[in-house]
């Protein structure tokens, strides 16, 4: 069930298109299988590839040797990082984050130490699939064993074994003279903490540690290489961003962009993980080895073990209120892991710690940390769940301890225009206030909740969605349609909701649209389909296209009807001038017959945040005999600006909301003492089906972004942040109990509750 | 995974005949829920594969009010469940059957194979022990029986001899005033494996206020499937009530050594069996009353 | 050393050569381009490879494909019939019950496998019928919207 709020009277309420829920244009292939994801390739002549990987957490290479391995018929290459040019020590955004090379480049094939279970180090190609897992066996890799350090707090410590011998912290305060495990030492400040905890009349502090959760897409990662005779590398991949897939090998390969083509094939969820690359550089290096296109595929377990999960993390929140409920000052203090190299999500964490409330004071400090556990990367909101636990979980403390309505506390402090967040940035108008007066009007707030053992909570969260550039081009047809090419993959529908921001614009159907996804030689420069910026940006930037075509299509109408183009005027998708009258595709008919091909360029890079909030209402009940947390009812509330089409955008708070339960309740990396993962399979790590979850209650707000012509605002990932800790808030009103660490699984809930059911 | 031989013999006397031939290297499929995925991970490895789904014996599905149950040794978790009457014979049974895996699982994997795969946590396990079951063997030496408590003998590890295999399972008629129940712990709705799990079977009196008999077995608690035999003797005689109940589920942890591992710490599985006995037996005595 | 398999899919008699470690899947995918089931986890956990076997769902990652021999199979292709869709299927694309669509073959399966043997299936119906198939984007709610739609649908329109 959905409700939409009427939306902000600033945005013009009457659209054609916008608003309304067509089919998407790619529907009927993926309902019937045709959909063409990249392990459904088959390319003449493919070979297929295996990975050699570490057996242990932390390890030096003391030797590699892949003679009996290349001796088996049937096996073409091998490689090891002794393939791969030297890499320098330069850093680019890639769009949710940046990389250094040359830790990306160690972390695709390791040199000279393996720095967790898992960590590839060589690979080999092969006739067939199984020859190539038999001859990975048989490459023998001499290795020196290491301690390993697992957790933020030890690899923080001065006597924790190093990962990397040259890592000097990078910090605002004087060089340390050592290295450590530290990699950066984030600060934010704004006013005066202890001012503004002085003046509090209640202080609660709080640590909370989260457990090292993955990004669970169902497609393993999945890339075909074929490096052709002419030099050029072509590479099929699954990826969110093919252009920063082709930054990535340029930079590795160190071989021009222009030499390589990145085809995006459909792609099987990404979540923030399908950025970086992995088995790319290693297919192309072996292609180029043995002449022939090489396929690699992980298999479910090097997915687990070898590409980015999210960091666990320990924390420490602070927040001080006065008697009547408001926030005077934070403090919270933020180590994340960055696994085996540096670079982790710290920064957009401390960025989001208090970003739902106007503090006057804060301070912030944030830790990214290297340790045995393989590269973290984004996974939607990236960083944002983690603080957003912390933070709402002492909100709700402090709100309970002035005996003010959780909600009530929250609109009392909530971020507005013109409200600073702490780590700089001014709030343009903005839509937290309103999600959180629609949670309070909606049916699920107003039915109260009965029965033992049951409980409610709130919690909000943001995430700031990034702008990023976009190119696309659109094709007028002789038949009035029009062909939009563009380079987001489409990971969600988005294809579908850039189309229809084109159809709007130029007055035509949705249906009228064929947008295409094309690779990196056949369309401009586009950012990743990721930082919740596709349906904002690359819809932007179909905007604009369509307003070139329009610009066209007024000169074409005005040759025609032999007047001036300014006698020209179009509204609603009808040309008029000279006293004559087309609709858009009666003059695309005409003017296919006299006048040359209309073609619509846009290209953007806005600039700006499309800052999106969400809240959410869940009620739990829980078994106090097996500490089995059961959601019975969740709402979700998000200003999405304006929903281009409503129902992927439902779709987008749903799967967030999803995850985050899945995150709350069960999902983690559980680590032996050899810092091996034990569950490195979808069995053991625990992602909810389909009988876990009941419906998922959408509210869509729509306060629209200034900064786009339709007001949309990115929706892709602020859904995951609020989850947990209205999760834990609930679990608390069930129970009494408050929860401070991730997940809240059975055996955890009920060791903290069992000694509350004594004399049963 | 290294390539195997693959055999689907019709008799059951030359699915001993290459059983017994081809050494330790041999393996047997039947739903291969587990035994696919352990070749593939290494965990298990095969010369030869014997497909037993064609031999008619191991597919026999049969109830009848005097012989009780007759289950084939590949007769598939979702056949037990799709019988009603069955379900309604057995209901433990039915209980653990329809909660192995996912619908997708339950359309191949056996109860024969979950026996034989002799996993500590195995689902199907205890209903069989609290139904006092009989395990049909036949190898080179010829058939024998064997209690179903008795087949396995460690994680992963039974009974079984080179060249044998499982025929058939029986259980006996239930009389109208029996009633069981299986319920599992696991932290998700679907799809895990078992952190504990309890089978309960009882039998009262006539007026259905006294158990006459009771069987109470675990799984996930020990190296094997156990029957809780102190719990089991205790419930003779003992009135129907939830008091009752609970110091069974007391008794029934002196029989479970769980261990510590991902799944669940040994303090949480022991607390488990206490839960799980108690509302496992609550559930039979329901059903033996209706 | 192959095997020669002789088995029906979707309705047609077809034959192929493998290795009997190939699983289903694998040959499905690899050798005879039915490439609308997918390998999510290849251990029977996430039901990405759903196809049907003699009338029954089941993981085709733990089928051998020595033991198609003289079965039936029905893959997500056979769904749509005559190039017209089976209403499930337009159930999920009218209801956006799909996000990056991998998942969506093996949920189709399994659906209308659903349906046939349970009409009007309550939700905890559909949701217990279900478990066996994963999705990472959709958290659910759509996919049984669907199911439910599909389920008031004719299947004869």
């Known amino acids: 069930m959905s409700t939409e709020v009427a939306p902000d009277t600033q945005t013009p309420a009457t659209y054609k298109v916008i608003g309304t829920r067509p089919v998407r244009h790619d529907g009927a292939d993926k309902v019937t299988g045709k959909a063409v994801y990249t392990d459904d390739l088959h390319v003449p002549n493919m070979v297929f590839g295996a990975f050699v990987r570490s057996p242990h957490a932390h390890a030096r290479i003391v030797s590699i040797d892949t003679s009996d391995a290349e001796k088996m018929p049937g096996v073409l290459a091998t490689c090891t990082s002794a393939d791969l040019p030297d890499p320098w020590d330069k850093v680019d955004n890639l769009g949710e984050g940046c990389v250094n090379y040359a830790h990306l480049s160690g972390n695709v094939l390791a040199r000279n130490k393996a720095l967790y279970k898992g960590h590839a180090v060589a690979a080999v190609a092969a006739t067939d699939s199984y020859l190539a897992q038999e001859a990975a066996r048989r490459i023998r890799v001499e290795f020196e064993p290491l301690p390993a350090t697992m957790c933020v707090q030890d690899a923080m410590r001065n006597d924790a074994p190093l990962l990397h011998d040259e890592l000097i912290t990078h910090t605002l305060d004087d060089k340390p003279a050592r290295p450590s495990n530290i990699a950066s030492h984030i600060q934010f400040e704004k006013g005066n903490v202890d ?31 074929l490096w052709n005779e002419d030099g050029r590398l072509k590479i099929w991949t699954a990826t969110q961003g093919s252009f920063v897939v082709r930054q990535q090998m340029a930079e590795l390969l160190k071989m021009p962009v222009s030499q390589i083509t990145i085809v995006p094939c459909e792609i099987g969820g990404g979540f923030g993980g399908k950025i970086s690359v992995y088995e790319q550089p290693v297919a192309a290096v072996l292609s180029r080895k043995c002449g ?122 909530a971020a507005k225009e013109g409200t600073r967040r702490v780590d700089g940035p001014v709030y343009p108008r903005v839509g937290l206030v309103e999600c959180l007066q629609a949670i309070q009007e909606s049916d699920h707030w107003k039915t109260p909740l009965t ?34 090419v563009e380079g987001s993959t489409d990971i969600g529908g988005t294809r579908t909701s850039i189309a229809m921001q084109l159809a709007e614009t130029l007055g035509i159907t949705a249906e009228d649209v064929i947008p295409q996804v094309v690779d990196t030689d056949s369309v401009g420069f586009t950012d990743v389909t990721g930082g919740s910026r596709t349906t904002f940006a690359t819809g932007l930037a179909a905007h604009e296209a369509a307003l070139d075509i329009q610009k066209q299509m007024v000169e074409q109408a005005a040759q025609i009807w032999e007047c001036s183009p300014d006698e020209v005027t179009v509204a609603d998708g009808v040309y008029q001038g000279n006293g004559k009258s087309l609709s858009f595709k009666a003059l695309a008919v005409e003017a296919d017959k006299v006048g040359i091909p209309i073609v619509g360029r846009g290209v953007v890079d806005p600039q700006c945040s499309t800052n999106a909030f969400a809240v959410n209402l869940v009620d739990v009940e829980v078994d106090p005999e097996t500490g089995k947390v059961t959601i019975l009812r969740f709402t979700v509330c998000q200003d999405a600006g304006k929903a281009i089409h409503p129902s992927y955008v439902e779709g987008q ?19 032996g003492d050899d810092g091996h993962m034990r569950n490195a399979s979808f069995l053991d790590y625990r992602m ?73 | 995974m290294i390539d195997f031989e693959y055999a689907a013999p019709t008799q059951l006397d030359e699915a001993i005949r290459l059983l017994a031939a081809a050494g330790d290297g041999t393996r047997i499929l039947a739903g291969g829920t587990d035994i696919i995925v352990q070749l593939r991970e290494g965990l298990r490895s095969a010369d030869l594969v014997v497909d037993i789904k064609k031999i008619s014996e191991l597919t026999q599905l049969k109830l009848s009010g005097d012989k009780g149950l007759h289950l084939g040794a590949s007769v598939s978790c979702r056949r037990i469940y799709d019988d009603q009457n069955i379900a309604a014979s057995y209901p433990g049974l039915a209980d653990a059957v329809r909660i192995i895996g996912g619908w997708q699982i339950q359309s191949r994997a056996s109860v024969g194979g979950n026996l034989c795969n002799s996993s500590p946590a195995a689902d199907a396990i205890p209903p069989l022990i609290a139904y006092s079951a009989t395990a049909h063997i036949a190898g080179p030496g010829g058939k024998r029986m064997v209690p179903v408590e008795e087949f396995c003998t460690a994680p992963g590890h039974n009974i079984l001899q080179q060249g044998e295999l499982l025929v058939a399972l029986t259980l006996p008629p239930q009389p109208s005033n029996a009633g069981s129940a299986y319920q599992r712990f696991i932290p998700r709705n679907e799809m895990d494996i078992a952190v504990a799990g309890a089978a309960s079977w009882v039998q009262l009196d006539q007026s259905g206020e006294r158990i006459e008999q009771a069987r109470i077995a675990l799984s996930a608690v020990a190296p094997t499937p156990v029957f809780a035999v102190d719990a089991s003797e205790w419930l003779k005689g003992q009135v129907v009530s939830e008091e009752v109940f609970a110091e069974a589920g007391e008794l029934a942890k002196r029989v479970a050594s769980p261990i510590d591992d991902m799944r669940g710490t040994a303090e949480y599985r022991t607390h488990l069996v206490g839960v799980l006995t108690k509302r496992t037996l609550a559930t039979a005595c329901q059903r033996a009353r209706k | ?74 893959t997500v292709e056979g769904i749509a019939e005559q190039g017209h869709l089976h209403p499930l299927q337009q159930c999920f694309l009218e209801g956006a019950a799909l996000q990056c669509g991998i998942c969506t073959p093996g949920f189709l399966v399994t659906a209308k496998a659903l349906l046939e043997k349970n009409p009007q299936p309550s939700e905890q119906e559909i949701r217990f019928g279900l478990a066996g198939n994963l999705c990472r984007c959709t958290g659910y709610d759509k996919i049984v919207r669907a199911v439910q739609a599909a389920s008031q649908a004719s299947p004869e329109s």
Request: proline residues 7%; negative net charge; hydrophobic residues 40%.
């Open chain 1, 195 to 225: 001012e503004g905890f002085a003046a509090a009349d209640v202080v609660i502090e709080r640590e909370f540690k989260t457990a090292t959760v993955h990004q669970g897409y169902i497609e393993p990662h999945v890339s075909v290489a």
């Open chain 1, 292 to 413: 022939r296109p090489v396929k690699i595929m992980m298999q479910r377990d090097e997915v687990f073990e070898a590409t980015g999960p999210t960091p666990a993390s320990f924390m420490r929140v602070k927040l001080g209120a006065t008697k009547d409920g408001k926030l005077t000052a934070g403090k919270a203090w933020l180590a994340f892991d960055a696994g085996a190299f540096p670079g982790g999500v710290i920064g957009p964490g401390a960025m989001c710690v208090f970003s739902c409330y106007d503090l006057p004071h804060a301070t912030v400090d944030g830790f990214d940390v290297v340790l045995n556990k393989p590269k973290t990367q984004a996974y939607r909101a990236p960083g944002s769940t983690h603080v957003a636990f912390a933070t709402e979980c002492v909100i709700d403390e402090l709100a309970e301890r002035l005996k003010i309505d959780p909600i009530e506390f929250r609109l009392n402090n």
């Open chain 1, 451 to 484: 029965g033992p053992n049951r409980g409610r909570g709130v919690a909000c969260g943001f995430w700031f969605n990034c702008g990023l550039k976009s190119s696309v081009t659109a094709n007028v047809n002789a038949d009035g349609t029009v062909t939009l």
């Open chain 1, 653 to 671: 708070m749903q799967g967030g909301s999803a995850q985050g339960i899945g995150w709350a309740l069960n999902e983690e990396y559980f680590y």
């Open chain 1, 688 to 760: 909810p089906t389909c009988y876990d979850l009941p419906m998922i209650d959408t509210i869509i707000v729509e306060v629209a972004n200034p900064d786009h012509p339709y007001g949309v605002r990115g929706v892709g990932e602020v859904p995951i942040v609020p989850p947990p800790p209205a999760i834990a808030n609930a679990i608390y009103r069930a129970t009494g109990v408050r929860f401070f660490e991730l997940p809240m699984s059975p055996p955890t809930v009920w060791n903290a509750i069992k000694g509350q059911t004594t004399g049963e």
């Open chain 3, 1 to 74: 050393m192959k095997t020669h398999v002789t088995t029906t899919i979707n309705g047609a008699t077809v034959e192929f050569l493998c290795q009997p470690r190939q699983s289903l899947l694998a040959v499905l995918r690899d050798e005879l381009s039915l490439t609308g089931c997918k390998e999510g986890c290849n251990n029977g956990n996430c039901g990405a490879c759903t196809v049907m076997l003699d009338g029954l769902p089941v993981d085709s990652c733990l089928v051998l494909a020595v033991e198609a021999e003289g079965a039936e199979i029905e």
